[in-house]
């Protein structure tokens, strides 16, 4: 099934080995830990809402993360 069929736990599974990355990542560009974490759960949330309208044959969830991680970090919500 994985995210695409709606898996909660395919998404935990997906959390659990590149959660800490991703946060890095985005840590490392936005030089601020809540603005970070925000962008990390902003990322996980738009892999689980947009996968299920992904083409079959689209790559790994890993993949969709990373595009995600990319969308983030081109167009950040603005500072508080």
């Known amino acids: 099934r994985g995210i695409r069929g709606g898996d909660l736990d395919?998404?935990?599974?997906?959390?659990?080995?590149?959660?800490?990355?991703?946060?890095?990542?985005?840590?490392?560009?936005?030089?601020?830990?809540?603005?970070?974490?925000?962008?990390?759960?902003?990322?996980?949330?738009?892999?689980w809402?947009?996968?299920?309208?992904?083409?079959s044959g689209h790559p790994c969830a890993l993949t969709f993360l990373w595009r995600a991680v990319r969308r983030e970090l081109a167009d950040p919500p603005p500072e508080p």
Do not use: N
């Open 10 to 47: 395919a998404l935990r599974r997906l959390y659990d080995a590149a959660g800490a990355l991703v946060f890095g990542m985005l840590f490392t560009a936005l030089q601020d830990q809540d603005r970070a974490t925000e962008a990390t759960e902003r990322c996980f949330l738009w892999v």
């Open 49 to 55: 809402r947009t996968a299920p309208s992904v083409d």
